[in-house]
Structure formats: C-alpha cells, structure tokens
C-alpha cells in the first residue's frame, strides 16, 4: 500500500512533502474514510495484483480425521426439515469465517444413517455427490429416484427437488460439491423446501433420466437440442472405471488416448452439448498408473480433490502431502501442482473452470513455466 510519504514521489520542490501538505493530506483521506471512499492509488495492489494472491490456502483433509467425526454427528443430531441434511463442511484455512473449501467451491462430508430420509428441497446452488464408499442410498431429483453407489457420480443441478433416502440397514456417507460460495458472493441464492419425505420411494436399478439418456452417443428424439446441464443424473463407476482403464490400454498398445505418459483423465460431460455436465463445476475422474509421475502445472482454477482409490503423493507449491483413500484436497488457483504415486492412485475433480472459461478468464501454465 503507498503510504502518505510515498505520494510524495520525491516532489520535494513542488511542496508536496512540507508538513503543511501533509496535514491536509491526512484531512482528505479521513474525509474519504467519511464519505466512503477508496482512492485507488492507496489500493492498487490489493485490487489488482500482478498475478492471482488468493486467500485460501492449499489444505489437506485426512479421511481417517473426517469420517469417524460425521459418524459421531449422527449419534447426536437427527435429520430432518430445517437443518435439511447431515452434511459437515469443509473449511479452508485461508477463508475464515466461511466454511468454504475455495472461493467458489463448497465441499461437504454428508452422513445418513440407517432409514433415515433427508427431506426434499431445491435451491439455486448446483449439487453433485461423489460415492466414496457403500451403497442403499437413493437420492430423488425431481421424483426420479437414482441409486447411489461406490464410484458413482450423481448431479443435481440448479433448482431440482432433491431428497435422500437410506433403505438400508447401514449408513451411507459422501462427498457433496456445491456452488454455494459463487452462489453467495453473487447473491444468486433461492430456496424452497419440498415434501418432508421424498415423492418417489421406489429404488430402481436405474432411474428414469438413465433409462433415457444412458445409451453412449444416443441422444433421444423427442428431447435433441441443447440443454445448459446435463440430463442425465447418475454417471456410473462401472462406464468410468471402463473408460480409464481403456486409456491405459490403449497407451500400453501405442495409441493416442491418455493426456500424459500413465495419466489417464475423463470428464463428465453433458450429452447434449458435449460441455461440462454442471454448469459452475467441471467433474472429472483422473487415473495414474503405478509409478507415474505427472506434469507440474497451475491454473487460475480452483479445485477440490478426493482421493477415490490408491496412494501417491500430491506437491503443491513445493509441500508434499501423501495421499490415501478418502482423502480431500482444496487446491486454491495459481497452486503449483504435481502428482506421483508408486501404487497407482484414482482421484475425483472438481472445480471452477466452467465458471472461468464462460467468463475468459481461465488460465494455465505448463511445465516449463512452473518453479516446482
Ligand atoms: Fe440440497
């Protein structure tokens, strides 16, 4: 910040450092202070910094830390209309006060216990859930019931009723993703709250929007056209895993496919534009292979990692941080990344991009130009 001395610009002979000059210098910026303004010259830095200086801070969350503690929730608070659901933010250290992962990231650690239901709402801010484990859940998104299960990936975009149901005699716990904190700073927020009990309580295999829209590259007739989310609810571990795996192979066999040497990645696309399946989040699933060693890279993006299967080790801004099962990762913009694992290591991604592309303002760095 420049100081009162600094305004002087070495303009002695122009009178501009005599205490006289001084004194109406501080007058005028209390008098700003008063009239609610900011002269950028003080400022500058701050407002626009020659390269992103975000406040949130690269963090790790262990899952061995994360899951007995939303168990312990369980024991001791209900679920139901109000409170809506028994999901545990996570907060970035850098971002106190919110408990938000990034800036415009909100990740969550929710629990439903045995034949608990959350009741059914819908709010403007866009949902998934991530599957890390265990299955007997069905969440209902606009009465269609779509099973949740190990692997999966299940969307609920913007403005969908949506409730949660466990027919099980276990619980069930996941990684919710919300736009909540774009959501908030742009203040988009709306809410409604639905049925106290889910409308649809049937538990096909496969849900109604699956049925429709489920077939590779089949787009139904009676719904062609562009649709700014995808239509489709569920994406399965079983396509993903299948997916992956096929990128490797096809690497071992000499074909293009991967998008580096052992790094195999998907995204989750929308079947009707080809883009991303969420409008403000980019979903994706990434898989090395034991002993690969990624390219080290940044973007103005910012994201959250959870660690789907396997071990390795994460570098962010020169700190490494091992990884196992379960694992959350919050990696602010302008983070220096690199991965390495010598088991192999499946990790599941979120992030702002879609956000930051729509608005040009996206931006990455490759290799060479990171210090890692
Ligand atoms: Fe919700």
């Given amino acids: 910040m420049t100081t009162l001395d600094q305004t002087s610009g070495g303009a002695a002979a122009s009178g501009f450092d005599t205490p006289e000059h001084q004194a109406k210098l501080a007058a005028l910026y209390r008098d700003f202070d008063a009239a609610g303004m900011t002269p950028l010259w003080r400022t500058r830095e701050g407002l626009m910094p020659f390269a992103p200086e975000p406040r949130a801070v690269p963090h790790l969350w262990r899952w061995a830390d994360l899951y007995p503690l939303a168990a312990r929730s369980a024991e001791l ?3 139901g209309r109000g409170g809506e659901r028994r999901a545990i933010g996570l907060g970035n250290p850098g ?5 938000y992962a990034t800036p415009t990231l909100w990740a969550a650690i929710q629990y439903l216990g045995p034949r608990e239901n959350a009741p059914e709402h819908r709010h403007t801010q866009t949902a998934f859930r991530f599957v890390l484990e265990g299955e007997g859940v069905w969440t209902v998104v606009d009465g269609d019931p779509v099973a949740m299960r190990r692997g999966d990936l299940l969307l609920t975009p913007g403005w969908r009723f949506h409730g949660h149901q466990n027919v099980s005699d276990v619980p069930m716990t996941w990684l919710d993703g919300l736009d909540i904190p774009f959501v908030a700073t742009t203040d988009q927020g709306f809410f409604e709250f639905g049925p106290d009990v889910v409308r649809d309580t049937t538990t096909p295999a496969r849900s109604r929007g699956e049925r429709l829209w489920g077939g590779p590259g089949l787009t139904p007739v009676s719904a062609v056209g562009a649709q700014p989310s995808s239509p489709l609810m569920a994406y399965r571990w079983a396509h993903t895993d299948a997916a ?4 490797l192979e096809l690497e071992d066999e000499g074909h293009p496919g991967v998008v580096e040497a052992g790094h195999a990645a998907v995204r989750f696309t929308n079947p009707t534009t080809g883009g991303d399946a969420l409008t403000t989040m980019r979903t994706e699933m990434h898989r090395l292979r034991a002993g690969a060693v990624s390219r080290p890279g940044r973007t103005t ?14 570098v962010l801004n020169g700190a490494e941080h091992s990884l196992t099962h379960g694992d959350v990762v919050a990696i602010p913009s302008w983070t220096d990344v690199s991965l390495r694992t010598h088991t192999g290591l499946d990790l599941f991604a979120v992030s702002d991009a879609p956000i930051l592309e729509r608005l040009s303002l996206l931006r990455t760095h490759p290799a060479e130009q990171v210090e890692s």
């Fill in 244 to 247: 992956l795996t096929a990128q």
């Fill in 77 to 79: 608070v209900p679920v």
């Fill in 301 to 314: 993006a910012s994201s959250v990692w959870q660690v789907f299967e396997g071990t390795g080790t994460v």
């Fill in 95 to 99: 971002l106190p006060g919110d408990p």
